[in-house]
């Protein structure tokens, strides 16, 4: 499966898995305010919980920690375009979240994702086709980023949505400029992956 359409250019920087936060309105995601998402900046976290339920969207699923290696992630909150970006990426330890925050670093953390006002990525299913006015179908995966206790504790949930009923634009792709991205639950969602981690200290 190939990623063929993305809402914002910078989600093909990051790779393993893309998070956003889709908010009911541009104030809002998830009944956290974009703000409370910037009190994790700067901040190490480690990961107390790591599940995932790959036949539905009904409960968190089974926990995977145990196959997790990397169990402490470091968000760093940027702006673009005018709104605050949190990259998050997974370490080792704390030391190794420094090490993988200095701008020298290439060493590829386990898992990484992205939390962004109003962004997502798609990825087309078959069967594929390029013929204008074609039916298709992608393969949508958002996300939400929540922070509690004032920064004490950070929940990462990833969403996978399959949406059918879309049409091959003039360019041979399958267009998705009429996804209401604040409203994904309204298609259905085969699968979830939920982060939670808890402060540690300072970065």
Same mark, same amino acid.
């Given at each position: 499966?190939?990623?063929?359409?993305?809402?914002?250019?910078?989600?093909?920087?990051?790779?393993?898995?893309?998070?956003?936060?889709?908010?009911?309105?541009?104030?809002?995601?998830?009944?956290?305010?974009?703000?409370?998402?910037?009190?994790?900046?700067?901040?190490?976290?480690?990961?107390?919980?790591?599940?995932?339920?790959?036949?539905?969207? $009904? &409960?968190? !699923?089974?926990? *995977?920690?145990?196959? /997790?290696?990397?169990?402490?992630?470091?968000?760093?909150?940027?702006?673009?375009?005018?709104?605050?970006?949190?990259?998050?990426?997974?370490?080792?330890?704390?030391?190794?979240?420094?090490?993988?925050?200095?701008?020298?670093?290439?060493?590829?953390?386990?898992?990484?994702?992205?939390?962004?006002?109003?962004?997502?990525?798609?990825?087309?299913?078959?069967?594929?086709?390029?013929?204008?006015?074609?039916?298709?179908?992608?393969?949508?995966?958002?996300?939400?980023?929540?922070? $509690? &206790?004032? !920064?004490?504790? *950070?929940?990462?949930? /990833?969403?996978?949505?399959?949406?059918?009923?879309?049409?091959?634009?003039?360019?041979?792709?399958?267009?998705?400029?009429?996804?209401?991205?604040?409203?994904?639950?309204?298609?259905?969602?085969?699968?979830?992956?939920?982060?939670?981690?808890?402060?540690?200290?300072?970065?």
């Amino acid at each position: 499966m190939s990623i063929t359409q993305s809402r914002v250019a910078a989600l093909s920087l990051i790779a393993a898995m893309s998070v956003v936060a889709c908010g009911d309105d541009g104030d809002t995601q998830s009944g956290s305010s974009i703000a409370n998402v910037e009190q994790a900046a700067d901040r190490i976290y480690e990961l107390t919980s790591h599940t995932r339920n790959e036949t539905s969207c $009904d &409960d968190d !699923g089974e926990s *995977v920690i145990d196959m /997790t290696e990397e169990r402490y992630f470091a968000p760093e909150v940027e702006s673009f375009f005018g709104f605050p970006v949190a990259t998050v990426a997974s370490c080792m330890s704390p030391d190794q979240c420094r090490e993988r925050r200095a701008e020298d670093n290439d060493d590829f953390p386990e898992w990484s994702v992205l939390v962004e006002e109003d962004s997502w990525i798609s990825s087309r299913i078959p069967p594929f086709s390029d013929t204008p006015g074609d039916a298709c179908s992608v393969l949508l995966q958002a996300s939400t980023m929540v922070v $509690d &206790d004032g !920064g004490g504790m *950070v929940r990462i949930e /990833t969403r996978q949505y399959l949406i059918d009923g879309l049409f091959v634009d003039k360019e041979g792709f399958c267009n998705t400029d009429q996804l209401d991205s604040g409203n994904f639950d309204q298609y259905p969602c085969q699968s979830i992956e939920v982060y939670v981690g808890t402060y540690v200290e300072d970065l």
